[in-house]
C-alpha cells in the first residue's frame, strides 16, 4: 500500500482537520464527534440539513456541507457508519426552531444510528424528519442488504432540499422535495480495480486484470457479476441500459445526467463515458437538462464510475440551479 497515512486509527481525524483548517471562515470542526459544521450553524430562519455515513466516499459528505447544502456532516470511520453519540451530538449542535432533517444513505449501520438518534432527540425536544435515499438499481434483491442501497444519486437529493431549506421551506416541505427527487432517481457503477481501506493495507476485494465488476458497491459490495472487461461503449452501455430501464426513463424525459468517479479514475476517463452516456440517451429521445462529470461519492481510490439519471421538472431544475458553495465547489 502506497498512501499519505500515518496511523490508519487517524486517518479520518486528520482529513477532517485538514478540510477545516483550508475553510476556517465557512466550516467548524468537532474532533470528538468527527463532526463538520458550517460556521454559521445553527439558524433560526431556516432548518439544518445532515447527513452522514462512512468516510471514504469523499467529497460526500463532509465536503458538502456549505451554503445551500448541508449544515453539518458525522462520517464516521472508513466505510463504518457513525456512531449513534455522533450523530445525536451533531442534531443538538445545529439543532434549529424550525427542525432537522436527516438524510441517509439506506445501509444497515447508518439505518441504526440516525433512528436511534432521531429518536433520543425526539425525546428532549427537536423536531426531527428522517429521509431514507436508495437510488442504487444495482441491487436486484436484499438477500445482502436492507434494499437498494444509496449511492451517487444522494447529491441530487442534497442539493434540493439544501436549496429549499435555504429558500425557508419547513420541514414537512423538505421531506417532499427530497422523497420527490429520491424516487426518480436512478444509479449504477462498476469497479475495474478494487480500493484499499488504509487500515486494512491491502485491497477490499480480489478483481483480476481482465476483468470487471458490475454493479458494485461503493463499500466494494458484490455487484450483479463479474464479466470480461470490455470496451467503453459496451461498458457504458450496460451501465445505462440498467438505470434508464429502471424507472423506467423514456422518450420525452428531461433528466440531469451524472458521471461520478470512483477516486481511481481520470477525469478524461470520465469525460469519454460522458460521452458515450450522452450519445445513448439522445438515441432514446431523452434530453439532458443539466450535467454532473466528477467526483461526487467515491471509494476511496477504486478505479471505476457510475451513472446516475435524475428526472427534472421546473421545479427540481430550478432547485438543482440555485447556487451553493461548499469545499467541495461552487455550484
Same mark, same amino acid.
Given at each position: 500500500?502506497? =498512501?499519505?497515512?500515518?496511523?490508519?486509527?487517524?486517518?479520518?481525524?486528520?482529513?477532517?482537520?485538514?478540510?477545516?483548517? +483550508?475553510?476556517?471562515?465557512?466550516?467548524?470542526?468537532?474532533?470528538?464527534?468527527?463532526?463538520? /459544521?458550517?460556521?454559521? %450553524?445553527?439558524?433560526?430562519?431556516?432548518?439544518?440539513?445532515?447527513?452522514?455515513?462512512?468516510?471514504?466516499?469523499?467529497?460526500?459528505?463532509?465536503?458538502?456541507?456549505?451554503?445551500?447544502?448541508?449544515?453539518?456532516?458525522?462520517?464516521?470511520?472508513?466505510?463504518?457508519?457513525?456512531?449513534?453519540?455522533?450523530?445525536?451530538?451533531?442534531? =443538538?449542535?445545529?439543532?434549529?426552531?424550525?427542525?432537522?432533517?436527516?438524510?441517509?444513505?439506506?445501509?444497515?449501520?447508518?439505518?441504526?444510528?440516525?433512528? /436511534?438518534?432521531?429518536?433520543?432527540?425526539?425525546?428532549?425536544?427537536?423536531?426531527?424528519?428522517?429521509?431514507?435515499?436508495?437510488?442504487?438499481?444495482?441491487?436486484?434483491?436484499?438477500?445482502?442488504?436492507?434494499?437498494?442501497?444509496?449511492?451517487?444519486?444522494?447529491?441530487?437529493?442534497?442539493?434540493?432540499?439544501?436549496?429549499?431549506?435555504?429558500?425557508? +421551506?419547513?420541514?414537512?416541505?423538505?421531506?417532499?422535495?427530497?422523497?420527490?427527487?429520491?424516487?426518480?432517481?436512478?444509479?449504477?457503477?462498476?469497479?475495474?480495480?478494487?480500493?484499499?481501506?488504509? +487500515?486494512?493495507?491491502?485491497?477490499?476485494?480480489?478483481?483480476?486484470?481482465?476483468?470487471?465488476?458490475?454493479?458494485?458497491?461503493?463499500?466494494?459490495?458484490?455487484?450483479?457479476?463479474?464479466?470480461?472487461?470490455?470496451?467503453?461503449? %459496451?461498458?457504458?452501455?450496460?451501465?445505462?441500459? +440498467?438505470?434508464?430501464?429502471?424507472?423506467?426513463?423514456?422518450?420525452?424525459?428531461?433528466?440531469?445526467?451524472?458521471?461520478?468517479?470512483?477516486?481511481?479514475?481520470?477525469?478524461?476517463?470520465?469525460?469519454?463515458?460522458?460521452?458515450?452516456?450522452?450519445?445513448?440517451?439522445?438515441?432514446?429521445?431523452?434530453?439532458?437538462?443539466?450535467?454532473?462529470?466528477?467526483?461526487?461519492?467515491?471509494?476511496?481510490?477504486? %478505479?471505476? %464510475?457510475?451513472?446516475?439519471?435524475?428526472?427534472?421538472?421546473?421545479?427540481?431544475?430550478?432547485?438543482?440551479?440555485?447556487? @451553493?458553495?461548499? @469545499? /467541495?465547489?461552487?455550484?
Amino acid at each position: 500500500m502506497k =498512501k499519505f497515512v500515518n496511523d490508519p486509527k487517524n486517518y479520518v481525524p486528520e482529513m477532517l482537520e485538514g478540510l477545516a483548517l +483550508a475553510n476556517p471562515d465557512t466550516l467548524r470542526y468537532v474532533p470528538e464527534f468527527n463532526l463538520i /459544521m458550517r460556521a454559521d %450553524a445553527p439558524r433560526d430562519d431556516k432548518i439544518s440539513i445532515v447527513q452522514g455515513s462512512g468516510s471514504g466516499h469523499e467529497p460526500a459528505h463532509v465536503m458538502s456541507v456549505g451554503k445551500g447544502m448541508l449544515d453539518a456532516a458525522c462520517p464516521g470511520d472508513v466505510f463504518s457508519a457513525p456512531p449513534t453519540d455522533y450523530v445525536l451530538e451533531t442534531i =443538538k449542535r445545529v439543532a434549529s426552531p424550525r427542525g432537522v432533517l436527516l438524510l441517509v444513505n439506506n445501509y444497515t449501520g447508518d439505518r441504526m444510528a440516525f433512528e /436511534m438518534a432521531q429518536e433520543f432527540s425526539e425525546a428532549e425536544g427537536t423536531d426531527v424528519r428522517t429521509l431514507f435515499i436508495d437510488d442504487d438499481v444495482s441491487v436486484q434483491d436484499s438477500t445482502y442488504t436492507v434494499g437498494r442501497r444509496g449511492v451517487a444519486g444522494n447529491f441530487f437529493v442534497m442539493k434540493a432540499v439544501g436549496a429549499a431549506a435555504e429558500r425557508g +421551506a419547513g420541514l414537512d416541505e423538505a421531506v417532499r422535495i427530497g422523497e420527490k427527487v429520491n424516487s426518480v432517481t436512478r444509479t449504477m457503477g462498476m469497479a475495474l480495480t478494487a480500493c484499499t481501506p488504509p +487500515a486494512k493495507g491491502s485491497p477490499l476485494f480480489d478483481l483480476p486484470d481482465d476483468e470487471v465488476e458490475m454493479g458494485v458497491g461503493i463499500h466494494g459490495e458484490p455487484g450483479r457479476r463479474r464479466e470480461e472487461l470490455q470496451d467503453a461503449d %459496451a461498458i457504458v452501455r450496460e451501465l445505462v441500459d +440498467a438505470v434508464a430501464d429502471d424507472l423506467p426513463f423514456t422518450s420525452g424525459d428531461r433528466v440531469a445526467l451524472m458521471v461520478n468517479g470512483l477516486g481511481g479514475t481520470p477525469i478524461s476517463e470520465l469525460y469519454l463515458v460522458y460521452g458515450i452516456a450522452r450519445h445513448l440517451l439522445d438515441d432514446r429521445g431523452i434530453e439532458v437538462g443539466r450535467n454532473y462529470v466528477g467526483e461526487y461519492c467515491t471509494s476511496l481510490d477504486m %478505479a471505476g %464510475a457510475s451513472i446516475t439519471l435524475s428526472r427534472l421538472d421546473d421545479e427540481i431544475a430550478e432547485l438543482l440551479a440555485d447556487p @451553493a458553495e461548499t @469545499a /467541495m465547489r461552487v455550484f
